[in-house]
């Protein structure tokens, strides 16, 4: 019998199979599949029927450990997140120093905020602890970490271990991790730090700003999930991005301390894209100048408190 998930969860819905058996059926796909699609959605149906005892531990446990898939991982960690918490500490301990990708250890990071014990809390300690101590990483070309480093310092110096809550570790390691795959894709990034933090980051045509990486980086930004982990920045209020291929500002929107953007210059033109500056809480400046959006704006319909700024001049509207 070929069942897709989908079929399973149907026949589960219906009670023609038991939890059990459905559950069974997944897991089966997800250990024989070769359809990459059919196993993170066979893991997504295992969330819907909400079935999390410890022998399904033990096997979620084995695919965040040594599933090469990162959408199974991913998928997986939020399960850990939703259903196991504090349960998973060593299993948590073991992924922060094993895991590669920004995105489940955002996750990972995530839970043990959630969790905040004195044993969670001491993990996330500990990764900020690792980032004083580095000097440089080789990253494919060799990146320091001083500023960095001086930031966490200087947060220590103010505070008491005791009094950082898990939050701002988790943020502190966040916001490292992401600037450290930015420095990764582009090499030559500028940024500014506060606690720690990155509330300034500037990758104004990227194509001039590696120049001795012409020939292997010669597409300037196109999309905003060229730019690896920008969403986990949510203390960024200054982003300059002029002089790229940008065609729309999706993922703008989970920046909400954006105050001041910068995408002149590049191809934005559909007006949706005004849509996502306006719901921007604090955003008050964008330029926008250089775009073929420019001649499509009814400027009656945009924000009074947002400065929009065009060809040669600034105006507030509303």
Known sequence: MNLTPEDIFQKYQNEELDRKTSINFLIFLIENSND???????????????????????????????????????HTAEIIRAYY????????????????????????????????????????????????????????????????????????RKNKKKDVSSVVLGEVLLNFWTLLGIKKTFFSVYYELVNSRVVTL???????????WKAEYKNNITQLSE???????????????????????????????????DV???????????????????????????????NKINFHELNKTIDIKFETKSDFFK
Not at 66 to 73: K, Q, T
Not at 99 to 127: G, H, R, Y
Not at 202 to 212: A, H, I, M, P
Not at 272 to 282: C, G, Q, T, V, W
């Open 85 to 156: 918490g504090e349960k998973s500490l060593s299993l948590l301990t073991w992924v922060l120093k094993h895991e590669k990708s920004i995105e489940c250890l955002a996750i990972i990071v995530k839970t043990l905020i959630e969790i905040d014990t004195p044993d969670s809390k001491n993990l996330l300690f500990e990764e900020v602890e690792k980032i004083k101590k580095l000097k440089q990483l080789h990253v494919g070309s060799i990146v320091s970490t001083n500023h960095f480093r001086k930031q966490i310092k200087e947060l220590f």
């Open 36 to 74: 990459e699609t059919m196993r993170v959605e066979s893991l997504k149906t295992i969330g819907k029927i909400q079935t999390f005892d410890d022998e399904l531990y033990e096997f979620i446990e084995n695919l965040l450990i040594s599933d090469s898939n990162l959408d199974i991982r991913c």
């Open 227 to 261: 730019i690896p982990g920008l969403h986990h920045l949510t203390s960024l209020e200054r982003l300059y991005l002029s002089n790229n291929k940008i065609s729309d500002v999706e993922g703008l929107e989970e920046l909400l301390n954006l105050s001041y953007v």
């Open 264 to 294: 002149s210059n590049n191809k934005i033109e559909y007006v949706k894209n005004l849509d996502i500056f306006k719901a921007l809480p604090r955003l008050k400046h964008v330029k926008l100048n250089g775009n073929p959006i420019v």
């Open 202 to 212: 500037d990758l104004s045509d990227v194509e001039f700003e590696v120049r001795g």
